[in-house]
């Protein structure tokens, strides 16, 4: 069973940084790829990135190219969501989830584990 675990969210001020840290069990974690997802309220989850099972390969949504990076370290089995110039839009709830595949994914139904997720707040 692989359980995943957020944490790092918070209020911060437009402008602000944040890191955002997902936490798995599970020996297979490195064989897989992960990625995080955002949820809003009110809207539809919305693909956020995702990294390939070695971190040789990472994949931004457009609208936070250039202020997010995502990252692993597969020897702490620990994934990352590095997020500068924080603005009122990036509001949202924020999960960590598991790819079914090596490479990363896109789609919300290519994940088959998900953590709890994480609130993060940006004011204005």
């Given at each position: 069973?692989?359980?995943?675990?957020?944490?790092?969210?918070?209020?911060?001020?437009?402008?602000?940084?944040?890191?955002?840290?997902?936490?798995?069990?599970?020996?297979?974690?490195?064989?897989?790829?992960?990625?995080?997802?955002?949820?809003?309220?009110?809207?539809?989850?919305?693909?956020?990135?995702?990294?390939?099972?070695?971190?040789?390969?990472?994949?931004?949504?457009?609208?936070?190219?250039?202020?997010?990076?995502?990252?692993?370290?597969?020897?702490?089995?620990?994934v990352y969501l590095?997020?500068?110039?924080?603005?009122?839009?990036?509001?949202?709830?924020?999960?960590?989830?598991?790819?079914?595949?090596?490479?990363?994914?896109?789609?919300?139904?290519?994940?088959?584990?998900?953590?709890?997720?994480?609130?993060?707040?940006?004011?204005?």
């Amino acid at each position: 069973q692989v359980q995943l675990v957020e944490s790092g969210g918070g209020l911060v001020q437009a402008g602000a940084s944040l890191r955002l840290s997902c936490a798995a069990s599970g020996r297979t974690f490195s064989t897989y790829a992960m990625g995080w997802f955002r949820q809003a309220p009110g809207k539809e989850s919305e693909f956020v990135a995702a990294i390939n099972w070695s971190g040789a390969n990472t994949f931004y949504a457009d609208s936070v190219k250039g202020r997010f990076t995502i990252s692993r370290d597969n020897a702490k089995n620990m994934v990352y969501l590095q997020m500068s110039t924080l603005k009122p839009e990036d509001t949202a709830v924020y999960y960590c989830g598991r790819s079914k595949y090596y490479s990363g994914s896109y789609s919300w139904d290519e994940y088959d584990y998900w953590g709890q997720g994480t609130q993060v707040t940006v004011s204005s």
